[in-house]
Nanobody
Framework: QVQLVESGGGSVQSGGSLRLSCAVS????????MGWLRQVPGKEREVVAV???????TYADSVKGRFTISQDNAKNTLYMQMNSLKPEDTAMYYC?????????????????WGQGTQVTVSP
């Protein structure tokens, strides 16, 4: 059974940084694409970053240059370093795994989800 457990969320002021982690189990980590998504109540879930099986990242325009997705296959862990955080980054952040080798910035490309970790950025 695939399990994705996020950690690292919290509250920071605008301009601050956070590092999210996602522990992956029951899944052949590194063989399929992974991603980070976020959701604000009342809005659709948004894919902010993906990493494919080659380790190549893709970012949504809203986070490009500020967020960095990475993975440690030996530790079965996915990360996202978030710098220069803005109030509009406030959301629940989810780790997700895809059956696609190269997932797109599309929530429909992801098959497994974690429970989420809250990120709150104050002005």
């Amino acid at each position: 059974q695939v399990q994705l457990v996020e950690s690292g969320g919290g509250s920071v002021q605008s301009g601050g940084s956070l590092r999210l982690s996602c522990a992956v189990s029951g899944y052949r980590h590194g063989r399929y694409g992974m991603g980070w998504l976020r959701q604000v109540p009342g809005k659709e879930r948004e894919v902010v970053a993906v990493i494919d099986i080659h380790g190549d990242p893709t970012y949504a325009d809203s986070v490009k240059g500020r967020f960095t997705i990475s993975q440690d296959n030996a530790k079965n862990t996915l990360y996202m370093q978030m710098n220069s955080l803005k109030p509009e980054d406030t959301a629940m952040y989810y780790c997700a795994a895809s059956n696609y080798y190269v997932p797109r910035l599309n929530p429909g490309d992801f098959n497994y989800w974690g429970q989420g970790t809250q990120v709150t950025v104050s002005p």
